[in-house]
């Protein structure tokens, strides 16, 4: 539901941290969703937008995958390295 609400939000609008953090019933986020769908524009922004805490880069879903490992071709690498 956060990648359906994300993706369709303008630069200017303004979500909660909160809301960005959520998890589903497998525990995957907005991050693991935007990876999973090569939304790169996505994917910076988030990750922009989570550089404090990392929380969304750090979140695990139920199979103890990190966002990154679904990104299998390797296209977004560059952009997890802090």
Request: aromatic share 8%; proline share 2%; glycine share 2%.
């Amino acid at each position: 539901m956060t990648f359906q609400i994300l993706s369709k939000a303008k630069p200017d609008d303004l979500l909660r941290y909160e809301s960005l953090v959520a998890v589903d019933i497998t525990h995957k986020n907005v991050l693991h969703y935007a990876v999973i769908n090569k939304c790169k524009e996505l994917i910076v922004r988030l990750i922009e937008l989570d550089a404090d805490h990392s929380q969304l880069r750090k979140q695990k879903d139920t199979k103890g995958k990190l966002p990154q490992a679904y990104d299998d071709a390797q296209l977004f690498t560059s952009l997890f390295v802090t």
